[in-house]
Nanobody, 125 residues
Framework: VQLVESGGSLVQAGGSLRLTCATSGFRFDDYAIVWFRQAPGKEPEGVSC????????VYADSVKGRFTAANDNAKRTMYLQMTNLKPEDTAVYYCATLYRPRCYSDYATAEVTHRGQGTQVTVSS
């Protein structure tokens, strides 16, 4: 099982980025995929979860209306489109598979089976 993130960069506040999570080694629609982020000295935060079976997404309040998750099942890839970025969005972002195919409201604390190494997003003010 492999998850590889890319797309992180330095961007000015108000800017946009699209992160990519390329996956391999498992049946893509068997697991929901979560985007987490972790800033220095802080606990990981689940910012978005996408059910690969039906495309339903849920978002943390901190990013709702600014971030959009999407998936391309044929490419086994998940995306996180981030707009109107703020300095507080600065963190390492990583994708992870949940043990189940749907997100539900507890996705941020649900059991993670695999995760990637992460990609750095830095938002300057």
């Amino acid at each position: 099982v492999q998850l590889v993130e890319s797309g992180g960069s330095l961007v000015q506040a108000g800017g946009s980025l699209r992160l990519t999570c390329a996956t391999s080694g498992f049946r893509f629609d068997d697991y929901a995929i979560v985007w987490f982020r972790q800033a220095p000295g802080k606990e990981p935060e689940g910012v978005s979860c996408l059910s690969t079976t039906d495309g339903m997404a849920v978002y943390a309040d901190s990013v709702k209306g600014r971030f959009t998750a999407a998936n391309d099942n044929a490419k086994r890839t998940m995306y996180l489109q981030m707009t109107n970025l703020k300095p507080e969005d600065t963190a390492v972002y990583y994708c992870a598979t949940l043990y189940r195919p749907r997100c539900y409201s507890d996705y941020a604390t649900a059991e993670v089976t695999h995760r990637g190494q992460g990609t750095q997003v830095t938002v300057s003010s």
